[in-house]
């Protein structure tokens, strides 16, 4: 028995964003010290030459990183890479401190390892998360930095929004990723127009000085020709990778009692739906653009089943909540065992291995 398996019915006590807050504060007591730090990489790490995978040019010891929204404010990067994550993505950080819809906002589904939330962008804002990087200096993984626009912000303040928050933040950054695919902030244009994008990506790459890699994450629900035609749109931007996806606005055969609640789906039930977008990107762009896969990761078979779908890295969230802190460690191990038994040498390798 896990330490975890005894903690977590005693978490899932507490309501979820209690909890949630309840083991950052954990983590970042982990994270305070150099030794504390060794201790947890020693318990939790694991390494094998067949994780490591170069894309987005840098090296990421495994493909096994963190999703946006667990650590918007940047507090617990360094315990996130010390649990053996291969890289770690905070934000969505918007220019200014935002409370985000008010609580609850943040529901369990137990019964369909899901959860559902509606945070809508709550987080401390750029200069506080700049300021954290600053003090806490970079973790020793590949960093990602998701950016986002105010609630209020009309179609125009939206750009200046995303060019500020780049601005800030993209010197601590591996990557970046502009975020369009919230399900729960206020829709007031079409976040996902082919001239919105345009305005978006041209305005960052002018501010672009270091030339850091800059993704787009999309959401599992549209149509699959609506889901390609904006891979056409970003390709031809030279958007240099798909976060693929985020949560879903659907709620098929679910059984948990606050399944009706709104907001976006997480977990198990979104995980087929998010690997087939992979598949449908991979196959579409014959694997020339990398694709981060994100949705119901919680098992080595599932981070599997989405790198052979086409994904250079994968990403969890619900997963992590479900399964501790060991998480990282127990799904790297397995991608290892599970290419020995497919006759992979490396996960790179193994990258659309299904497509045809
Ligand atoms: C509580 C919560 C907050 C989230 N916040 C963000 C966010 O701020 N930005 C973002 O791009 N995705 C956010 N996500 C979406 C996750 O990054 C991920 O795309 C989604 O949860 C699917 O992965 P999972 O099934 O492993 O959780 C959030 C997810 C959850 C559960």
């Given at each position: 028995m896990t330490l975890y398996s005894r903690v977590r019915p005693l978490a899932f006590k507490l309501p979820p964003e209690r909890a949630h807050n309840l083991g950052k504060q954990a983590l970042r007591t982990a994270q305070a010290t150099r030794l504390s730090r060794a201790a947890l990489s020693y318990a939790y790490r694991y390494d094998h030459p067949a994780l490591e995978v170069d894309v987005f040019d840098s090296t990421f010891s495994n493909p096994v990183g963190v999703a946006a929204g667990f650590d918007k404010n940047a507090e617990v990067t360094h315990a996130l890479a010390a649990l053996g994550f291969g890289f770690v993505e905070i934000g969505t950080v918007t220019p200014y401190p935002q409370e985000g819809n008010d609580r609850p906002r943040l529901f369990r589904l137990r019964e369909d390892d899901a959860m559902v939330n509606?945070?809508?962008?709550n987080g401390q804002g750029m200069e506080r998360v700049k300021e954290r990087l600053q003090v806490d200096?970079?973790?020793?993984v590949p960093l990602g930095v998701n950016v986002g626009k105010m609630n209020s912000s009309s179609e125009d303040e939206a750009i200046e929004d995303y060019r500020r928050v780049f601005d800030r933040l993209s010197p601590f950054a591996d990557y970046v990723v502009v975020n369009v695919s919230c399900p729960n902030t206020p829709e007031e244009f079409d976040e996902t127009s082919p001239e919105h994008l345009e305005r978006i990506f041209e305005t960052l790459e002018a501010e672009n000085h270091r030339d850091v890699p800059i993704l787009v994450k999309i959401g599992p629900d549209s149509p699959e020709e609506s889901i390609l035609e904006l891979v056409d749109v970003v390709r031809d931007l030279g958007v240099d990778g798909i976060i693929a996806t985020n949560t879903s606005t659907t709620r098929e055969s679910l059984e948990s009692p606050d399944r009706e609640e709104w907001g976006g789906l997480s977990g198990k039930p979104i995980e087929d739906r998010s690997t087939a977008v992979i598949r449908t990107i991979a196959d579409h762009t014959d694997g020339d653009l990398p694709i981060v896969g994100v949705g119901g990761v919680d098992s080595p078979e599932s981070a599997y089943r989405k790198i052979r779908a086409g994904a250079s890295l994968v990403q969890l969230y619900t997963g992590f909540v479900y399964e501790g802190p060991s998480t990282a460690k127990q799904i790297n191990r397995g991608v290892v065992e599970l290419l020995e038994r497919d006759g992979f040498s490396s996960v790179e390798e193994a990258v659309g291995a299904d497509l045809e």
């Open positions: 509606r945070m809508g962008f200096g970079a973790p020793n």
